[in-house]
């Protein structure tokens, strides 16, 4: 999943180790964990439910390959579009219209992903034996080929990532090998089918696998203690996983080459294991309690109301997952650290706003300072002048 400066290394936000930026760093973990998971977890059940109740519904083969193919092409479009969109829409042009685009944008696109995703899903669920030999092997195998293709990290949802409606590269959804559309457009559908139908497929084998071994493993003949024990599980993960930051920075600092993309692969692991179980009791916690008799209603508004919460805590970007990002691409130990940035996000932007007006004011005083010397020179320097006979006269 994208985060709000995933895959940027030159945007990641660098905090000093001050009290005031630990302080900040808890905030945006509990942002991330309390307020924006649960929100964009809601959305996704809400929005997958919502396709089974109206997308064929009685034939479940046909609405799994319809999905697959909705969430393919969708992919499709959005990739090509993009560059589009960025030069038709931008807010310092016409911010009110990039403003209706973009979250039309992100709702539609929403849509997509889930589709994607739940059409790969259905289909294993039909084709696969639920055994945990089997599934076991899928999750093995599909982290192997990810870790070689080092696109590991894809593998990361929120809590561990949030992702800001900030207008920079709004629409930019990134590929694998980064082609170029104009200059290479044969490579770049390639590189987008790469991206969308293998390093997607991947991602969504290891989160299927992990929620089906968790089914098999976790109080199996009881939903209900089952999703809270997966809950309490996930949390405790994410817990440990955010606390582990600090020292598994100061270790890829020190590291390098293989071992150093070992360490942040095995990391990135086990924060997906965090992440997993908390997506799965959390929904399955909303499918059994919330509003069960009524399940329409229920998907409605967990679907409508997550997606504007997050339109309005500016981060409904949240919910797509979007564009493939390459493990431990970011200097040092910041590969280990999660792309959770929202109050700090925010600070640093108001912070540069502050250097900027304090910029622009230096700035006017030179020029203030220039005029006034240049002003003083024009005045000190001799020329003619005529006195009050007439007469020109060389004035110093």
């Keep these: 999943m994208r985060g709000s400066t995933a895959g940027l290394a030159e945007g990641t936000i660098i905090t000093p180790d001050t009290v005031h930026a630990a302080f900040l760093v808890f905030l945006d973990v509990m942002f991330s964990s309390l307020l924006a998971a649960p929100a964009v977890i809601a959305y996704w059940r809400g929005t997958w439910n919502l396709i089974t109740i109206f997308l064929f519904p009685d034939d479940e083969l046909l609405s799994a390959i319809s999905s697959c193919f909705i969430g393919t092409v969708g992919h499709f479009i959005f990739y090509y579009y993009q560059r589009r969109f960025s030069k038709s829409f931008h807010p310092d042009k016409h911010r009110i219209t990039f403003m209706i685009i973009s979250r039309i944008y992100t709702a539609i696109y929403g849509v997509v992903c889930v589709n994607s995703w739940r059409g790969g899903w259905n289909l294993m669920d039909l084709y696969i034996p639920k055994k945990v030999h089997a599934y076991f092997a899928i999750l093995m195998i599909s982290c192997i ?26 629409f930019t959804v990134p590929t694998m090998f980064k082609a170029s559309p104009i200059s290479d457009p044969g490579f770049y559908f390639m590189d987008c089918t790469f991206s969308v139908l293998v390093i997607g ?83 399955a916690i909303l499918d059994i309690y919330f509003i069960p008799d009524e399940q329409l209603i229920s998907n409605l508004i967990t679907h ?44 640093q932007k108001e912070r540069t706003k502050k250097q900027r007006r304090l910029l622009d004011a230096e700035k006017g005083q030179q020029q203030q300072q220039t005029e006034l010397l240049l002003e003083t020179v024009d005045k000190s320097q001799p020329h003619i002048a005529k006195n009050a006979n007439g007469e020109h006269k060389l004035v110093t």
């Excluded at 599980?233 to 582990?244: C, E, M, N, P, S």
């Excluded at 130990?333 to 996000?345: A, E």
């Design 304 to 347: 409508g109301v997550s997606i504007v919460f997050l339109a309005m805590l500016n981060c409904s970007n949240s919910v797509l997952v979007r564009g493939i990002y390459i493990d431990a691409e970011e200097p040092g130990g910041q590969c280990v650290i999660f792309p959770v940035y929202y109050i700090r996000f925010y600070f």
């Design 145 to 170: 080929l990810l870790a070689f293709c080092k696109g590991l990290r894809n593998i990361s949802a929120s809590p561990l990532a949030i992702s800001t409606d900030h207008s920079k590269d709004y």
């Design 201 to 283: 497929t991947l991602v969504l084998f290891v989160w299927r696998s992990m929620f089906a071994l968790c089914d098999l493993l976790i109080y199996p003949t009881n939903e209900s203690q089952s999703a809270f024990y997966s809950l309490a599980l996930g949390y405790g993960i994410i817990a440990v996983t955010f606390g582990l930051q600090p020292l598994l920075k100061w270790a890829c600092d020190r590291l390098t080459g293989f071992w150093r993309l070992a360490v942040a692969d095995v990391f990135l692991f086990l924060g997906f294991v965090g992440t997993a179980n908390v997506w799965r009791g959390l929904w």
